[in-house]
């Protein structure tokens, strides 16, 4: 497991799906995810490139999101990094800065990546304010990228550099 | 997701007793295309595979807000990504459930969920003619009637003429 | 069935493709601009992977391009990561014999892959990334792509970090 200030990041367990199932039928969670797939517990939570994570409250012990690095790629040593703070609960309260530092400091110390990636909706502010904060560029902009909640959505690819991490 | 009168949510295979009582209840499957009565176990198979929703064949529950009972399910059958059409089906399984209203709000619920959230660009959906009931409340759903296909198909000994009804995104109820 | 442009056309890719294929990826000119790390493979290798590859589908439509007049293979193209509930797709081209580059054989393979994009398979969108320094960057500017960013430090290439250029095209963008 990966120890945060406030979150501890482990191994997803079966029954972290019925707190999936909840997540994700919250309207304020789903209207920011790019794609919902079901919340599989993979036999290997920890491999280079696949990274899957459920995130708990350190204090109670309670789920209250799932995060990661996905596709990494050995030869160009960058992962993509997912993160949802699904119990709304939790939101807005610095669990997210939390996740998002802890699982890049262990990209970079642990996996010895040269750069994290992610991929945002343009118009979640409240994350773009988090990756910004943490020292995230803007990359690209993909127009007319995303089909969610009936209209097209921009896209960004945002990318932090090993050594630009604040 | 939620409609006014129903919960849609993904199936388990805790579904797959009611789904086995309601496939052997004549009344339910009278007017479906439903022919042969499956196992429990086909069943249960069935809702313990990966993954229930996919793009071409989005399922789910269909649970009352009310009470919070399962009264039945809801699909969308062979959509394609190219031509963005899926075809409707839905079973009310709960007797007790019938004539308030809970079709017509999962119906709905599900079309919205295929224009915004998957894009498509068209709802059909196949309605024996006889069934009058249901025309009407595809009808209050927005569906349009498109045309007759004769004898289309064979049940209870003799052949039925069925309905094509449609419904497209730029008709769609947001 | 081939879908045709004004000079090129596609078709599946067959088995018989190997050489070409192999002689095209082991050109230094292709390889050059190719975000591909590893050497092609030999030509059995690449025999044996063509005659299991899937025909054109909605997620894999990959092509071999024709000399529409000749019917000679010239190159390659195909659209990757394709999604079917946003619609997009990532576009590859690769003119791999030399005779047929500068002639304006890539970009009527770039419009042709692009109108099979758009027109067959119903997608509203197609993006590429290409290093910045390929001179091909024009011709895709003149299909009707549009700049959307550099991303940084996205390549490892022959010892050194590349950016990757973003483009992408629209049904209404398309020239």
Excluded at chain 1, 71 to 81: C, D, N, Q
Excluded at chain 3, 104 to 114: F, W
Aim: hydrophobic share 40%; aromatic share 10%; proline share 5%.
């Amino acid at each position: 497991m990966i120890r945060g200030e406030k979150v501890t990041l482990r191994a997803r367990r079966p029954d972290d799906v019925e707190h999936a199932k909840r997540w994700y039928a919250d309207p304020e969670t789903a209207r920011w995810l790019i794609d919902v797939g079901t919340y599989d517990v993979p036999a290997e939570p920890m491999a280079y490139g696949d990274v899957r994570l459920t995130v708990d409250d350190t204090e109670t012990g309670t789920p209250i999101g799932t995060a990661g690095l996905s596709g990494g790629s050995p030869e160009h040593r960058h992962a993509m990094l997912f993160v949802v703070i699904g119990d709304g609960a939790y939101r807005g309260r610095g669990y997210g800065t939390d996740v998002v530092r802890t699982l890049c400091r262990f990209a970079f110390d642990d996996m010895n990546l040269a750069k994290v990636e992610l991929e945002v909706i343009a118009g979640h502010e409240a994350a773009l304010h988090l990756y910004e904060g943490l020292g995230f560029h803007r990359e690209v902009h993909r127009r007319r990228a995303l089909w969610i909640d009936g209209a097209w959505r921009d896209e960004y690819l945002m990318g932090l550099l090993a050594g630009e991490l604040r | 997701m939620n409609g006014d009168l129903v919960t849609l949510r993904p199936m388990d295979p805790g579904d797959a007793a009611a789904q086995h009582r309601w496939f052997q209840d004549p009344d339910v499957t009278r007017y479906t295309g439903f022919r042969y009565p499956p196992s429990l176990t086909a069943i249960e198979t069935r809702l313990r595979g990966a993954e229930d929703s996919t793009f071409a064949n989005p399922r789910f529950a269909i649970d009352r807000r009310d009470t919070g009972e399962t009264i039945g399910y809801v699909a969308l059958r062979d959509v394609t990504p190219e031509s963005r059409a899926g075809e409707l089906d839905i079973v009310i399984g709960e007797r007790s459930a019938w004539n308030l209203g809970f079709g017509t709000d999962a119906t709905r619920t599900i079309c919205r969920y295929a224009f915004r959230t998957l894009g498509l660009h068209r709802v059909h959906l196949w309605v024996f003619t006889e069934n009058a009931a249901a025309i009407r409340a595809y009808e209050k759903a927005g569906f349009v009637r498109e045309g007759v296909a004769r004898d289309r198909w064979f049940k209870h000994g003799r052949w039925h003429d069925c309905l094509l009804m449609g419904l497209l995104a730029d008709e769609a109820a947001p | 069935m081939t879908y045709a442009g004004d000079l090129v056309a596609l078709r599946a890719r067959e088995p018989e493709d190997a050489p070409y294929l192999h002689a095209w990826q082991s050109d230094p000119e292709t390889m050059r601009w190719w975000d591909r790390v590893y050497p092609p493979l030999p030509p059995e290798l690449l025999a044996q992977r063509l005659a299991s590859a899937p025909t054109p589908s909605y997620t894999e439509p990959s092509f071999i391009l024709l000399d529409r007049a000749t019917g000679t293979p010239i190159g390659w193209c195909g659209l990757h990561a394709v999604s079917a509930r946003h619609r997009h797709a990532e576009l590859a081209v690769f003119v791999g014999d030399a005779a047929y580059r500068g002639k304006g054989y890539g970009i009527d393979a770039v419009r042709t892959l692009c109108r099979f994009g758009f027109e067959r398979m119903n997608l509203a969108r197609v993006s590429l990334t290409v290093f910045p320094h390929n001179p091909a960057v024009r011709t895709y500017e003149r299909a009707g792509f549009a700049h959307e960013g550099l991303q940084r430090r996205a390549f490892w290439k022959r010892g050194e970090w590349h950016d990757l250029l973003h483009m992408a095209v629209f049904p209404d963008t398309l020239r």
